[in-house]
């Protein structure tokens, strides 16, 4: 066991970045006793040194720019929690690759558009680059799936992993407040990205669930094969119907290979209200892992802020710093198969919501449509008529996604619909 | 990346052993790309040859005896999955690590008493010694816990770690059955030890609690420390009357570090029944972990049974085949500290159970007693008289369980009790 202290170069002191000084600092002690050797911070770069950053940050050198940060003699890991995924970010983690450092990165964004380009670069030269930051903040998930689970073929991967998210859902539900509402309530609490279609078009999470499912399948990075649809229309009509049938709706990420190829969606579905995934509340972040060994692991914590990110920051550094060098992906980059998405998704139960003409027949040509397409109906319920209308649900038996869009599509011949019919997949977990 | 394969020696052919056998032959290729390396089995010793074991031994070398196996120049990794804390596995313990072994076991008990030996023997000997497998079954907690929050000071740790005591309880309060009558059903259904104490009576899971603290605390292992307090005690009338003021009663486990010194106990609580720990069904585990920076991680999954154990032991064989090496404890067990037990613990709410002699100024006088303690009421209820007899329920606000204790010392001299009061810690999640 090396005495020597693994440096530090952070390029990035935002509220991540803030974070991970804090805990070096604090911690210096019990770290060194974990790590086996001292962990220090060398070097620092962020655009303005002017700012008050709550935090004493006298004893590092100050690089303005991050490539030099990463080039610097005197560090050992390229700590990058600036965020973005071109630009400095992607050129500095680049420049630490090449300059022989170890990266350790918060950045989901980086590594769903150029993780397998990074890890070819990293494992080339022998060095670690890892992100448990990167993926539902202070929970563990990547050491899970990656170490943890590594025994399993991996059966399915889900996850609630964009806070902001299901904090928004949440709140519609408990306060029974529509989407716009409470979309710019977060938006003036600071919840959400600068640009909020990261968070609510479900970018962010696909980027993440997009990691996972590398990870999960050995594959490489697909993101621009992750079917998604961010929650902007999720009716507080659909979340309190929903409920009265047992579910939530959750923007849930799901990951499987199938011998149909592989499946990722980050969408809103339904789960059952009593499940651990239904119970989920504000903005922790849930995943579930599913082994076929194991069963179903389910990790559930915060998924952002200070001291969580920079908790798992501080892991993947502690890692490195013991010696631990495994694949970013789990298997070597060079061996990730290219991924095969599945051209349609695993059956799955709907939930169908329609408002019928309130005229004889009506139903009945619904139920024809659906039949015809192969569907069969699991629950029905005809709401109280809201003047000539009548607002009808349906939970169908498990259908194929294509079939339930067939029907759909032949319910406007019939005549009885009133406005457009939802439908949104009931994910069995 | 050496190709060279990673040779294990198995001890023990029950449920966990041929379950490890399956994995190792099922995904050779999977395991072989994640670990960098082939992962073999050498040889395999148990004590009767003949049993029929639902799996393929042909190719392995066979030994009766466990330490011979240990001592085997072709074995790389010596995986005990024997059980018992004295004896063969103990010494077959020793011996692989004498022979420059490392060594991957499932035995709680062994390393409950003998962890600290077994841990600096490995250590001064640079080998790996790791037990993912004795705690919580399949969930990688020792990992999130050693490594994944290797950057928080802990704070403290909860669990629900011995499925069988909450497969008891929870049926005992969904069928509304007497603790005898579903302790026997699970004594016929296998769910408990050859010596159910070990299960009932919280030993099993005092031994988890106190590997746990020992990483969470950096404390040398101190199972004689824990407070242990089987589920024998529990009532449905608890069950049911902790259901009706919002807990669930749960065998959990506790420890946390306080200036009072060091706090493990292993007894029954309760917990409000709409947490992930009141929530928790059947023989699923629950581990909770908190941390100063990363907040409350919660870790949900099979807490035994073949395949998910299985999974636990291959996590640590993949670990070392990667070339992850970390001291037991996670840190030198060398520097472990002594735990200093807390003479006390925590303040906590109380749940108190009595039945009073129906007659004027007897809730009073018992009101008196908790008052003169210093203990406080938070809410009380009187139930419908039983005949002369009025059953009385109290939640107290956070009191110290000595002014807990020497208020129920001083019930009987009220002279207005009927049998004896019960109380139980309310934890708070």
């Given at each position: ?133 990167a993926?539902a ?8 799936l ?15 992993m ?66 998604l ?61 599913e ?11 915060p ?69 015809d ?22 939970v ?21 619909l ?9 994910e069995?977990?």
């Amino acid at each position: 066991m090396s005495a020597a202290p693994l440096r530090l170069g952070l390029a990035g002191l935002g509220t991540v970045g803030i974070g991970v000084v804090k805990i070096v600092q604090a911690h210096a002690d019990l770290i060194a006793a974990r790590a086996g050797r001292p962990v220090t911070i060398a070097a620092v770069s962020a655009r303005d040194r002017t700012k008050n950053r709550d935090a004493d940050l006298s004893g590092y050198a100050w690089e303005t720019d991050p490539v030099a940060l990463a080039r610097r003699p005197d560090i050992d890991v390229f700590v990058e929690v600036m965020g973005g995924h071109e630009g400095a970010a992607k050129s500095a983690t680049e420049a630490a690759l090449a300059a022989g450092k170890h990266v350790v990165t918060a950045n989901k964004a980086l590594l769903a558009h150029h993780g397998q380009a990074l890890a070819e670069q990293a494992e080339a030269a022998n060095l670690a680059l890892r992100f448990e930051a990167a993926v539902a903040g202070g929970i563990p998930v990547i050491k899970a799936l990656t170490e943890g689970l590594a025994g399993n073929r991996i059966k399915r991967v889900m996850g609630v992993m964009n806070g902001s998210c299901n904090y928004i859902l949440t709140r519609m539900q408990a306060e029974n407040l529509p989407y716009e509402t409470v979309f710019e309530e977060a938006r003036q609490l600071g919840y959400l990205e600068a640009d909020p279609n990261l968070d609510v078009g479900g970018i962010d999470a696909g980027h993440k669930l997009s990691l996972l499912a590398s990870i999960a399948f050995g594959t490489r990075v697909a993101f621009d094969a992750v079917e998604l649809e961010g929650i902007g229309n999720v009716s507080i009509d659909d979340i309190r119907l929903a409920q009265d049938m047992g579910y939530r709706i959750k923007l849930l990420g799901v990951a499987q290979m199938t011998g149909r190829g592989l499946e990722q969606r980050m969408t809103p579905c339904l789960v059952p209200a009593d499940s651990p995934l239904g119970q989920l509340q504000g903005g922790t972040n849930m995943v579930v892992l599913e082994g076929d060994s194991v069963g179903q692991i389910v990790l559930r914590g915060p998924g952002a802020g200070m001291g969580p990110t920079a908790s798992a920051v501080m892991a993947d550094v502690i890692d490195i710093a013991r010696g631990c060098r495994l694949p970013t992906f789990g298997i070597p980059a060079s061996q990730l198969a290219a991924a095969q998405p599945a051209r349609a998704a695993t059956p799955a139960p709907y939930y169908l919501r329609m408002t019928l003409l309130d005229k004889p027949g009506a139903l009945a040509r619904i139920a024809t449509c659906l039949g015809d397409a192969g569907v069969s109906i699991d629950q029905m319920r005809q709401y109280g008529h809201q003047g000539a209308n009548a607002p009808v649900l349906i939970v169908t038996h498990k259908a194929a996604p294509d079939d339930v869009a067939h029907a759909m599509t032949r319910f406007a011949a019939t005549g009885v619909l009133v406005g457009e019919p939802v439908a949104i997949r009931i994910e069995e977990v």
